[in-house]
């Protein structure tokens, strides 16, 4: 058992809702309890979709367990399919459902019904919703694609284009309803490869219907564009049908880049040019430019999804100059990567999903900038810290209604606005330094762009600093001692505290001055 | 028989569970803590349901139930006297633990009562530990609040004292309003249940009226009149006519003269009326059709046709308690179809066919119905808003006029060329 008051992830058959969800003519019926329909208005209130996600619950109740559920199931299946006549049925259960062990997708599979029919088998109580989601997917195209394995070796060449005397095309896998901005990366990523020569076949699962998902092999490539939704189908794809898949996630101006070149290498193309991002993306030059030199070395702490979190950990260190003092993520699957990632930057990833822990990091680290979730975002505001949202889970306001991707070059763009605005804009952080004894600056005064406004330390937010330490060990700061450590950015200041308290206890200072702080100070930075 | 035609309908639901009712009894009892033993279903479901982004730290939480649970490789009733006491070691201000049964843990028979026992042993009355089931093969919705109150029943202290105890959660400024009110007929003695403190429980027993201020509260009522309480009958205390029956409900049962409630009620009822007329003009001959979530569907169906005139095309309820509801029964209209139970594809089709002006549904339904052209109310601002009382029937009327008039306000500027055609499918 395990205590949660919040959590990062639904459980698995909410990642199967939201591929059946996302595609064409893919009616899910699951066998659950009444109140597991709630899973709808993720769908219709957060993302706003107009449509009810094609899901047929049996909503069975305790008068049915006595009786026959399964005749219960057999008559949802039958009703559904009557109603709505998918092209494939997927049949599973929730986690109350699994408890008694009816098997509707055996069931369902003895029904001798016309469409493809796909058991979702997805472990209610050791799984959670990505893995749910590229669990559904993988079995969806498994069942549709299975009798078109070819017998012997797979002969896929992804050059073959060249031979056809046609344009290279590609598959987009991974991209579905309540992914961070999926439907804006896709528009994108169609638009970057297009001006490359390269269409688009198939889009799956958003938008795609069954037939689309059986025209995948005829494609030259697979593009991951999700590994959390699409890894497991695309290693699939590739040990069956030997197409290979890309790797690169192209969020940031140099993973897009590299996904380019890996793209054109795959398929046999030039190699696009270095300078592509620079003439294509806003970021480049507005990063090189003079007023983003105050991002220099800024302090971000980065939590969310594996694969955004990765591409942000890049974007920070190698695109806007920032230092990552902290870089977590709450899906184990994507842990390896996370791990190395971090350790690339010198860190320790954060594996978790206890979002109190996250906080905990999150507050060690003392960080100036925050990306994480909707989560992050609130644990920010109680540390008075500025922070943008990288990652799912879905908010309503992580579905604007202008365009707003992550990937290729716009997406960068983007990234930039909305990464740099929760911090004080260089001119005005200059300002308000050459100005910070005008009684109009009050301590923690941030932008008025700032997600986090004045809030910041002046508003009896808790400090980081207040820690039983002092206490217990009788340490004392002396009046210009704490005047002193009022000058020093709130952000930073618990930091300083604690690195103050840590040195006087070393060298067995029991009160702590300005000297002691300025001691401190040489002493960690030699 | 006169009266509405009472109808039953089974097949899938879109009905919350009653684990959906902790949203805002959390709220009520700030020294409460309910602990949901269940999947990580239940915990995305209360935290998807309240949106509850917006709490830093909620008063509830989820012990997730793992494989090991299942497979028995943990002891289910160690794991959770270990997280009940973890969760009270980080909140040490809970005063009151609700655990909450669920789906998973009836299924598998865990047995909260005895859990709770063990753990009060275990306190020694610093927390007092309760539990009730919020399962949805058990209970709907608002039903979660009856479980949590009739849990609250065997521990009120007893007394034969003479008062009126209202039941049900309401809104602070509501029940202020309320107890006000009876102080101005008289009736000096009123508490409620559930208390703004968990610990600070009302006392009950032969003495104790008890007027219901929720429809849903069956299995509280039924415990209460155990405990020598006489529950009375009236209509609910929604929109201005049905809160004045229930005020003289309670009136009557404390022999409070007739000129003394027309007295103080009667100058509330007629500012009431003015309050409901501008909305009254704008609902008056609307169709509105009820899905089942809340409960409240009867009684608001009865607040909307007789006093703001609006034609009822279905009233639907999760399920129908007859005596409890005899009262509002009696005040529809001849031959309204009440529908108990669910067939969601069914009544969407009804739905359709009927074209309704209004449709009143869970969060699940509301957008796809909008996408249709039919404007909606979501059931879950009705248990969250203060619309008890006379003095709220103008605000509880602006709930459903709301929807009419954004439609015309926008409508035609944002479909300039086919005033009539849905706004996507």
């Not at chain 1, 109350?96 to 058991?119: C, H, N, R």
Request: aromatic share 6%; net charge negative; hydrophobic share 40%.
């Amino acid at each position: 058992m395990d205590l949660t008051l919040w959590t990062y992830e639904g459980p698995p058959h909410v990642g199967a809702i939201r591929i059946a969800a996302s595609m064409d003519g893919v009616h899910y019926v699951l066998h659950a309890p009444q109140g597991d329909t709630y899973a709808d208005l993720l769908f219709t209130m957060i993302e706003r979709r107009g449509q009810r996600p094609p899901v047929t619950y049996t909503t069975f109740q305790a008068r049915d367990l006595g009786g026959d559920t399964a005749e219960l199931v057999k008559r949802h299946v039958r009703e559904a399919v009557d109603r709505f006549q998918p092209d494939a049925l997927l049949v599973g259960e929730s986690c109350t459902a699994e408890l008694i062990q009816d098997q509707p997708g055996a069931l369902a599979q003895g029904m001798g019904l016309t469409m493809p029919v796909v058991s979702l088998e997805l472990p209610a109580y050791s799984k959670k919703e990505n893995w749910g989601a590229a669990e559904t997917l993988y079995q969806l195209t498994r069942g549709l694609l299975k009798q078109d394995v070819p017998a012997a070796q797979p002969q896929h060449d992804p050059k073959r284009w060249q031979q056809q005397g046609r344009r290279p095309r590609v598959n987009l896998l991974g991209p579905s309803l309540l992914g961070f901005r999926c439907r804006d990366d896709v528009l994108e990523v169609q638009t970057l490869l297009t001006m490359h020569g390269i269409d688009v076949a198939v889009v799956a699962p958003l938008g795609a219907g069954v037939e689309d998902l059986k025209r995948i092999p005829d494609a030259d490539l697979n593009i991951c564009l999700y590994p959390e939704v699409a890894e497991s189908t695309c290693i699939w794809l590739e040990r069956n049908f030997g197409m290979p898949f890309t790797r690169t996630v192209p969020i940031g101006v140099g993973a897009t880049h590299d996904f380019l070149v890996e793209v054109h290498t795959a398929l046999g193309l030039e190699p696009p040019s270095p300078e592509e991002g620079y003439r294509r993306s806003r970021l480049p030059w507005y990063s090189e430019s003079v007023d983003s030199t105050y991002l220099t070395g800024k302090r971000v702490f980065i939590f969310g999804d594996g694969s955004h979190a990765i591409a942000a950990a890049r974007i920070c260190s190698e695109e806007l100059g920032f230092q990552v003092v902290g870089l977590g993520t709450y899906s184990r699957e994507m842990a390896r990567p996370v791990r190395a990632a971090a350790k690339a930057l010198g860190l320790e990833a954060l594996i978790c999903d206890d979002y109190l822990k996250v906080e905990a990091a999150m507050a060690e680290a003392a960080p100036e900038l925050v990306l994480g979730t909707q989560m992050e975002r609130h644990s920010a505001k109680r540390l008075g810290l500025p922070c943008a949202v990288i990652s799912t889970p879905m908010h309503v306001q992580d579905v604007p209604a202008r365009r707003s991707p992550q990937m290729g070059w716009e997406g960068a763009n983007v990234i930039f606005d909305d990464w740099v605005h929760p911090l004080m804009m260089g001119l005005e952080e200059h300002l308000i330094g050459m100005f910070r004894h005008d009684f109009e600056f009050v301590d923690g005064h941030q932008s008025h762009l700032g997600h986090a406004g004045g809030a910041g330390a002046a508003s009896g937010v808790p400090d980081l600093s207040d820690g039983p330490e002092v206490d217990e060990d009788a340490l004392v700061w002396t009046p210009d001692g704490e005047a002193e450590l009022k000058k020093i950015p709130f952000f930073v200041r618990g930091k300083v505290r604690r690195n103050a308290e840590a040195y006087a206890r070393q060298v067995g200072c029991k009160e702590i001055s300005s000297e002691t702080l300025y001691d401190a100070k040489a002493h960690y930075k030699a | 028989m006169a009266g509405p035609t009472l109808l039953k309908e089974s097949g899938p639901r879109e009905v919350f569970c009653g684990l959906t009712s902790i949203v805002w009894l959390h709220r009520r009892m700030p020294d409460a803590f309910f602990l949901v033993v269940g999947s990580r279903t239940c915990a995305h479901l209360i935290q998807s349901a309240a949106g509850v982004m917006i709490f830093a730290e909620p008063r509830f939480g989820t012990a997730i139930l793992s494989e090991r649970d299942l497979a028995g490789l943990a002891d289910a009733h160690e794991e959770l006297d270990r997280v009940a006491r973890e969760l009270l070691q980080r909140r040490p201000e809970i005063r009151t633990l609700f655990l909450v049964g669920s789906c998973p843990s009836e299924v598998i028979k865990l047995d909260l009562a005895r859990a709770a026992e063990r753990l009060n042993e275990e306190l020694q009355g610093r927390v007092r530990v309760v539990n009730y089931s919020g399962s949805g093969i058990e209970t709907t919705f608002t039903q979660g609040e009856d479980g949590a109150l009739a849990a609250l029943v065997p521990l009120l202290p007893a007394s034969d004292e003479r008062q009126l105890l209202l039941v049900g959660t309401l809104a602070d400024a509501v029940e202020d309003r309320l107890i006000h009110l009876f102080g101005r007929l008289g009736i000096n003695r009123v508490s409620s249940l559930p208390p703004s403190q968990s610990t600070a429980l009302p006392a009950v027993g032969p003495g104790t009226t008890v007027l219901l201020t929720q429809p849903f509260l069956t299995e509280t009522a039924r415990l209460l009149r155990d405990r020598g309480a006489t529950v009375l009958t009236a209509p609910f205390p929604l929109g201005a006519e049905g809160s004045r029956r229930w005020m003289e409900a309670g009136a009557q049962a404390f022999d409070v003269a007739p000129s003394q409630v027309a007295t103080v009620l009667d100058p509330l009822m007629e500012r009431a009326r003015i309050a409901l007329e501008p909305h009254r003009q704008v609902l008056a001959g609307k169709r509105i059709f009820l899905l089942p979530e809340s409960q409240l569907e009867l009684p608001l169906a009865r607040f909307l046709q007789r006093e703001c005139g609006m034609e009822l095309v279905e009233v639907g309820t999760p399920y129908l308690n007859r005596d409890q509801m005899a009262e509002e029964l009696a005040l529809l209209p001849e031959g309204t179809p009440v529908m108990e139970g669910q067939h969601v594809e069914l009544q969407l089709d009804r739905v359709r066919d009927s074209a309704p002006d209004l449709v009143v549904c869970g969060m699940g339904l509301a957008n796809p119905l909008e996408a249709e052209g039919i404007a909606t109310k979501w059931s879950i601002e009705l248990v969250f808003s203060p619309i008890h009382g006379i003095d709220q029937a103008g605000d509880l009327a602006e709930l459903f006029s709301r929807p009419l008039r954004r439609r015309e306000l926008i409508h035609p500027a944002l479909h300039p060329t086919q005033p009539d055609h849905p706004v996507h499918a």
